[in-house]
């Protein structure tokens, strides 16, 4: 059975990091979209990082959960919680194995242009202590 994440999983106080960091190790994660690639509908979007979904699980918008992989070896580091205004949805998205450089990345790619997608960012631990 697939493992469910939302935006109210987050909001409310249910995600577990563990379990997550845990779930990364078991089921993988897919990325289908490389660091440098161009978004598959909107070309002029480029992504900074390597993204892609944690295999087995389901979002708010019924796909895969979201992630952008780093270049660190530290595991699950972050989340964000997005509004995409052009789908009108939200969801979550994790960072994983992510520098505190990319972690700023990640953020100013999510809120470039805030008419069209948003997003709050949560550390798992303080900054200073993912290297």
């Given amino acids: 059975m697939a493992a469910h994440l939302t935006p109210e999983d987050v909001e409310d106080g249910r995600f577990d990091w563990e379990e997550w960091h845990a779930l990364i190790n078991a089921n993988g994660i897919t990325v289908d979209r490389p660091r440098g690639s161009a978004h598959?509908?909107?070309p002029e979007i480029i992504y900074p990082l390597d993204y892609g979904y944690v295999n087995d699980t389901v979002s708010g918008d019924g796909h895969g959960v979201d992630v952008f992989v780093g270049t660190a070896r530290n595991g699950l580091v972050a989340l964000m919680v997005t509004t995409?205004?052009?789908?009108?949805?939200?969801?979550?998205?994790?960072?994983?194995d992510c520098t505190p450089e990319e972690i700023y990345l990640v953020n100013g790619f999510i809120n470039f242009d805030r008419t069209l997608l948003e997003g709050t960012l949560t550390l798992r631990r303080p900054m200073h202590g993912l290297r």
């Fill in 40 to 42: 598959p509908r909107f």
């Fill in 84 to 96: 995409d205004f052009r789908k009108g949805d939200r969801e979550v998205k994790l960072l994983y």
